[in-house]
């Protein structure tokens, strides 16, 4: 009450005074309204941000899951896991490719084709990437070599098989295999174990060997890397598959996991140490050329294999490794056939300590013949273990 007789309302939300009654309750519905309508601008921004963000979260994981399918296709094509066909095709495929370059004429095409057919059907490599004789010609360098090599321990003959059009990229763990069998057709302890395999068999046969072993109950979780399957496929191979081959055929043999540097500088001393011992066990005699019985060595890392032949003890005591590498083409390794060579050519061969660098290496050493109650025990063993890891 103003004191002159007029009535005055005051706002309950603002204060504000009023002289009608009717005029206060447009005003409170005003405020009613206006609150309602921010409640609900508020509730409206809350619903739009938590669709947006399951919109975000359903795009990210659509894309992680894009990018795996891209990784794993990557890591399948990079395996030769990817069915884009095997050895055969791929032989086909590059040779094709020199026709269109004008490096092949069509009827060389059609022979190497031919040539292909025959010893894929029968089983046998066809020998156009092998060279013979290159430890007989280290024996006879060595012999007369008077700088700084101490003493020299070499596998016995050993072939060289480089890759060819056919597993160029992915061929090596077999074309090490070759080489190491290679080695055991000339030494009758292994006649018994090779009766059915007196000759080279091509990639394609050895990707069914191992299938073989993989179906005698040979390592089942490698097996299963591959799907149980290798024909016809580009699909690398490691020391696990070399050794189930091995074991499948009563060839005794060990893996030895190098699985961490043993030197400074990231380098493996334990490994050349191991290979010398390899080496010279019964070859301990004071000569200077030790040309033993020893089988050579496959040696596997990441992405590469190659075969160890022999192993060189400088005057100063360091060692140095002989690789033949599957990687090297048959016009290299036919300059260490020449006997009054200089030894620079043994730079393809020659590995120091400081060469081998990667973080991890294994092997696979053969060392005689197992019973068949051995292979059984082995095949059994492989189930759950295959390498012994180097501390």
């Known amino acids: 009450d103003t004191g002159n007789g007029e009535q005055l309302y005051e706002c309950p939300m603002c204060s504000l005074t009023c002289t009608n009654i009717q005029i206060l309750e447009e005003h409170v519905d005003l405020h009613l309204e206006e609150q309602s309508f921010s409640e609900g601008g508020n509730i409206r921004d809350l619903e739009l941000a938590q669709r947006l963000q399951t919109e975000e979260d ?3 994981r659509s894309e992680e ?3 795996e399918r891209e990784e794993f296709k990557k890591l399948q094509r990079q395996y030769g896991l990817d069915n884009s066909g095997g050895y055969k095709q791929q032989f086909l495929k590059n040779m094709e490719r020199e026709v269109d370059r004008g490096r092949m004429q069509p009827f ?13 059907a029968f089983g046998i490599d066809d020998g156009k990437t092998k060279t013979s004789g290159v430890i007989e010609a280290l024996c006879k360098y060595y012999q007369n070599e008077n700088k700084d090599v101490r003493h020299v321990w070499l596998s016995t003959g050993v072939d060289h098989f480089h ?3 056919g597993d160029r990229g992915w061929g090596c763990g077999y074309r090490n295999f070759q080489m190491l069998l290679s080695s055991l057709l000339q030494n009758s302890l292994y006649n018994d174990c090779l009766k059915d395999t007196t000759l080279i068999p091509s990639i394609p046969k050895i990707q069914s060997m191992i299938e073989d072993a993989w179906r ?3 390592d089942p979780h490698g097996a299963s890397h591959f799907n149980n399957r290798l024909h016809g496929s580009k699909a690398w191979i490691g020391a696990c598959e070399i050794y189930s081959l091995l074991t499948s055929l009563r060839i005794k043999c060990q ?12 380098t493996h001393p334990r490994l050349f140490e191991w290979v010398l011992r390899y080496y010279s066990t019964d070859n301990e005699g004071g000569a200077k050329v030790a040309c033993t019985s020893k089988p050579p060595i496959y040696l596997q890392h990441q992405g590469h294999s190659r075969t160890v032949v022999g192993i060189e003890e400088k005057k100063n005591k360091t060692l140095c490794l002989l690789l ?5 083409p048959s016009q290299e390794m036919q300059k260490l056939l020449k006997q009054n060579s200089d030894g620079t050519s043994l730079k393809l061969l020659r590995k120091f300590v ?10 696979v050493a053969v060392d005689g013949v197992l019973s068949l109650e051995e292979k059984a025990a082995r095949c059994r063993a492989s189930q759950v273990l295959t390498s012994e890891k180097i501390p």
């Open 354 to 363: 400081g060469s081998l660098k990667e973080k991890q290496y294994q092997i």
């Open 216 to 218: 005698e109950g040979f």
């Open 255 to 266: 893996i030895i996991d190098f699985h961490k540097p043993t030197g400074p500088m990231g």
């Open 108 to 120: 060389e095409y059609h022979k190497r084709k031919a040539d292909m057919m025959e010893c894929l």
């Open 163 to 165: 890759s060819s059009l």
């Open 58 to 60: 359903k795009w990210q």
């Open 324 to 328: 033949f590498d599957p990687g090297c």
């Open 65 to 67: 899951e894009k990018r």
